[in-house]
């Protein structure tokens, strides 16, 4: 079975801050994952994702994520908070390939403050 | 970039009405899916579809729920004697094959009166 864990339901930085939305998993095999990105009344937007290889995924929009199996985390990052950054983001696995199911996390609304 | 769409954006029906759900997925993919938000709470997995039929399907997706491919384009969810507890933002998602992410529609908002 799977699952992901994101601490902190709510995050706020100020604009020009270090944006980091913790994610943590668990699968019972290598997973694949992902974030997503929902602004209001919006639907889902792949913002990165991880399946092999290198474990520093970089996304859209200046986002990146470590793959740390050994914290089985995949915490998102971005060096810079912007204003338009403002939605709730949504970590999330497959197992097996990105054809199976994907299993969300509960969502980190971030507010960036000017 | 192609994209996943879904219609209508709202749709409000009584209790106990049949609701159909309708998606037109990317057009060469193969996996399609229903997932659901309820307000407040996190996006969970209804059912996926593949090859004309489900191959997956959560506890949430009951004998009230079906899925169709009715033609080459569309993909139907379709909720027979709707409950309150149906209200929720319903979303369609569709993918190539392996690797590839699924990419999600913007959502239909149920709500059920």
């Known amino acids: 079975a799977q699952s992901v864990t994101q601490l902190g339901s709510h995050v706020s930085v100020s604009e020009g801050a270090l944006v980091l939305l913790r994610c943590n998993y668990s699968s019972s095999v290598p997973p694949y994952l992902f974030w997503y990105v929902q602004y209001p009344n919006q639907g889902l937007q792949l913002l990165l994702k991880?399946?092999?290889?290198?474990?520093l995924v970089k996304g859209i929009n200046g986002f990146e994520a470590e793959f740390k199996k050994s914290e089985t985390s995949f915490h998102l990052t971005k060096p810079s908070a912007h204003m338009s950054d403002a939605a709730e983001y949504f970590c999330?696995?497959?197992?097996?390939?990105?054809?199976?199911?994907?299993?969300f996390g509960t969502g980190t609304k971030l507010q960036v403050i000017p | 970039e192609p994209e996943v769409t879904q219609t209508p954006s709202h749709q409000v029906t009584q209790m106990g009405q049949e609701v159909i759900l309708r998606c037109v997925p990317i057009s060469n993919h193969l996996y399609f899916y229903w997932y659901r938000q309820i307000l407040g709470q996190k996006v969970e997995f209804l059912v996926s579809f593949y090859n004309n039929e489900i191959s997956e399907k959560s506890e949430i997706f009951d004998d009230q729920f079906s899925v169709e491919r009715p033609d080459g384009s569309n993909f139907t969810l379709k909720i027979r004697s709707t409950k309150l507890e149906d209200s929720a933002m319903y979303f369609c998602?569709?993918?190539?094959?392996?690797?590839?992410?699924?990419?999600f529609g913007d959502g239909t908002r149920l709500s059920i009166l």
């Open positions: 998602a569709s993918t190539l094959a392996g690797a590839q992410p699924q990419h």
């Open positions: 999330a696995v497959s197992e097996r390939g990105g054809y199976q199911k994907v299993t």
């Open positions: 991880y399946t092999t290889g290198a474990t």
